[in-house]
Nanobody, 117 residues
Framework: QVQLVESGGGLVQPGGSLRLSCAAS????????MAWYRQAPGKQRELVAS???????NYADSVKGRFTISRDNAKNTVYLQMNSLKPEDAAVYVC???????????WGQGTQVTVSS
């Protein structure tokens, strides 16, 4: 059974930092590009950052220079380091795995990030 389990969300003040983690089933992680999406109330889900199997990364313009996506292939885990957080970064952050060269796509349950003073 494929599982993506996120952790690391919480409440942080503006300007603060959080690191999100997403642990994936070993059966998919090594074959997948990984990504973080977020969805705020009343807004569409948006891509925050992605990372390919070989480590190439891509970021939404709104988070460039503040967020860093990385992956640890030995731990089957993808991370999202979020610095200089802003109130507009508040959302449910969801992990995604896209198995390369297939249509197979998996989602985690999400973790809440709240940015407020």
């Amino acid at each position: 059974q494929v599982q993506l389990v996120e952790s690391g969300g919480g409440l942080v003040q503006p300007g603060g930092s959080l690191r999100l983690s997403c642990a994936a089933s070993g059966s998919i992680f090594s074959r997948s590009a990984m990504a973080w999406y977020r969805q705020a109330p009343g807004k569409q889900r948006e891509l925050v950052a992605s990372i390919t199997r070989d480590g190439s990364t891509n970021y939404a313009d709104s988070v460039k220079g503040r967020f860093t996506i990385s992956r640890d292939n030995a731990k089957n885990t993808v991370y999202l380091q979020m610095n200089s957080l802003k109130p507009e970064d508040a959302a449910v952050y969801v992990c995604n795995a896209q198995i390369m060269y297939t249509w197979a796509n998996y989602w985690g349950q999400g973790t809440q990030v709240t940015v407020s003073s």
